[in-house]
């Protein structure tokens, strides 16, 4: 399956038979009837089983071996890119091969190059390391066919998919054949092995391998032996593994003696925009000499696509080791507020708290940075500042919040203030506009900064990512502090970290009123009745949105397809959203650009100065 640059690829170990080419690949043919991706790969060896030993002399095995082949092309019903192993024979001498075909043709054979023969591994006594014969021999005679032979990168013109192969122990050398295909153009490597097992060395080999992924900046796949290879003297596992820019997509280990496929799901659209953004990716380009020849192959694209997992509808919220993330961020945003107030000498915490989500984490990591300073919690001023549209929920739940921490409260009520700024400005004070609204927030603003100014104190900025993202402040009010120590963290992380400093530093002293904040719909409280969510749309699409933008550099039309899917929305639906959240991103950005100093949380930031820059002025609009 391939689509929007996505490709489905398949890690296969099958069950075999030792030295039994014909039924090896009888049993291949029946599992490529069924397979459901584009890429399918099969371990090193896989037509004769890699544990033959001496019967790799024998010219009945190698016959055998030929015979298979052909009749594995003859017969092959899959339509995809097929990658198996078996032994190759040049002028008398034996390369431990990968062979690569699509429907009866042969694409390439690429040979192995780092031969083990250490401890339980003695391939050399069969085999040959191919780093001289690719000097000389491109292209080789197999079954009437020319196929290119040696070091190879194919490639699909149409989509950009590129791929490289390297054989199980090439992996492990310290500059590995797919290290360097990969800086000729190879976007996934497909790892052919027989890789026996041992305590431990699961763990190691897929520390490995996700790092081989990473460094690369593409995708691996790696296929192993299973159980059914000789145990005369070692035990094979199946261990498949598939991961991705220093991810793990998926892998399994149930020493099967049945055969057993595993698929994965690889971006080739990350990994493009992975290598256009890393610079040390970049500048390792053509550095290191490797001749390769690149084969054109095509692919067919599926109408629909189908994922093997569900899609995160939650990517900024930890999901694994959630209490060691937990620790971690708090760790982050703690020490960075700690180092500020420092370095600037500040007697108080100036913080404006509406009793909604972001004020609160704010007010949270305050008075937890006071504990650690060992200060009094009163150093923390909190203030509620009641408007023209504030509700009795939300003032109680900030009073609650502070009262239960220990700071020191205050409430200054903004009503009349306000209403003789819009007096003095000719507004009316009834007609909900943005002046209305706005001058709301920058009392709010200005009210915070006189009193850090009166305390010698610095103003905690509130507001988090995804309503920097969308634009959702007023510029100079809400959008502006001393120190914005959220704004590296979504509005779905913030929920995530309040429920844990709730739980884990606070227990029970406050654990009610913060449920009471999480269930409270989201609002600016600049009108009477606002609901932020009504009108920018669920946080959690939006917060997908920007994640797949950021980090993986996907464009408008591949996010409304993907969104559609992880949150099942119709394609109107889906095209309102990503409408909606590129209109006001592009045009927000000049708030972005007057942005305060923040710590960045996450590996991606909507920083000016360091993560993110773009004009104040990008116009994505058709015609004139």
């Known amino acids: 399956m391939y689509n929007r640059e996505f ?148 490639k699909e013109e149409e989509s950009n998919l590129s791929f490289g192969i390297e054989i199980c122990e090439d992996m492990w050398a310290p500059i590995s054949p797919g290290n360097l295909l990969a800086l000729q153009g190879a976007q996934l490597i497909l790892n052919l092995s027989a ?51 220093g991810e793990l997509l998926v892998e399994t280990e149930h020493f099967s003696r049945e055969s057993e496929i595993i698929y994965g799901d690889i971006d080739i659209s990350q990994i493009a925009y992975k290598r256009k953004s890393n610079s040390s990716f970049r500048d390792s380009l053509n550095r290191h000499h490797f001749p390769t020849v690149e084969v054109d192959f095509t692919l067919n694209e599926t109408d629909d696509y189908t994922f093997e997992k569900p ?46 989500l972001d004020s609160t984490l704010a007010l949270l990591i305050a008075v937890r940075v006071m504990d650690s300073l060992n200060r009094s919690r009163k150093d923390v001023l909190a203030v509620t500042m009641p408007a023209l549209a504030t509700s009795d929920r939300t003032k109680k739940q900030a009073h609650a919040l502070g009262e239960k ?80 120590i959220n704004a590296g963290i979504p509005k779905t992380l913030v929920r995530f970290m309040i429920q844990n400093y709730a739980y884990r530093k606070f227990g029970d002293t406050i654990k009610q009123t913060v449920e009471d904040v999480l269930d409270t719909p989201i609002s600016p409280e600049l009108l009477m009745g606002q609901a932020t969510e009504d009108e920018i749309g669920s946080y959690e699409i939006n917060d997908f949105i920007m994640h797949r933008f950021l980090r993986y550099g996907d464009d408008e039309d591949r996010i409304e397809w993907l969104i559609s899917k992880a949150f099942s ?32 949380i996450l590996d991606v930031s909507l920083s000016p100065r360091a993560d993110f820059r773009m004009p104040s002025d990008v116009d994505k609009r058709e015609g004139e």
């Open 195 to 245: 890789s026996n097992e041992y305590l431990d060395k699961r763990e190691v080999r897929k520390r490995t391998i996700v790092e081989h992924s990473r460094r690369n900046a593409g995708g691996y796949v790696y296929c192993s032996a299973g159980v059914n290879e000789s145990t005369s003297e070692t035990v094979f596992s199946g261990h498949n593994v598939i991961a991705q820019n």
């Open 311 to 356: 899609f995160d509808k939650t990517p900024f919220v930890p999901k694994e080791n959630p209490d060691e993330a937990f620790e971690k961020i708090a760790a982050l945003q703690e020490n960075a507020l700690i180092k500020r107030i420092k370095h600037i000498g500040s007697d108080k915490i100036v913080i404006g708290i509406s009793g909604g």
């Open 405 to 484: 921490l220990g700071v020191t409260m205050r409430e200054i009520d903004l009503n009349d203030h306000v209403n003789a700024h819009l007096d003095m400005i000719g507004h009316d004070g009834k007609t909900q506009d943005k002046a209305y609204e706005n001058a709301q927030a920058r009392a709010r603003t200005m009210v915070l900064m006189n009193l850090a100014n009166m305390h010698g104190g610095i103003v905690l900025g509130t507001g988090d990512m995804s309503e920097i993202a969308l634009g959702w402040s007023t510029y100079n009010g809400d959008q502006m502090s001393m120190y914005n």
């Open 7 to 154: 490709i489905k690829v398949a890690s296969v170990t099958p069950k075999l038979r030792v030295a039994n080419p014909k039924y090896n690949v009888e049993e291949m043919l029946r599992l490529l009837k069924d397979v459901r991706s584009s890429i399918t790969v099969f371990p090193e060896l896989g037509v004769t089983a890699y544990t033959c030993n001496d019967l790799f002399f024998q010219n009945s095995l190698l016959k055998d071996t030929k015979k298979a082949i052909r009749h594995l092309l003859d017969n092959n019903p899959y339509e995809g890119i097929l990658v198996f192993g078996a032994p190759f024979q040049i002028d008398g001498i034996l390369y431990n091969s990968a062979f690569i075909a699509k429907g009866k043709e042969l694409l390439g054979i690429v040979p192995k190059f780092y031969l083990p023969n250490t401890q339980e591994f003695y391939e050399k006594r069969w085999f040959t390391s191919a780093f001289d014969i690719v000097k000389t021999t491109k292209m080789i005679r197999f079954l009437g066919q020319v196929v290119p032979f040696g070091s190879i990168v194919f």
């Open 569 to 600: 929305l119709s394609e109107e639906t889906a095209a309102d959203y990503v409408t909606k959240f590129f209109k006001r991103f592009y045009s927000q950005q000049f708030k972005r650009q007057a942005s305060p100093d923040a710590p960045k």
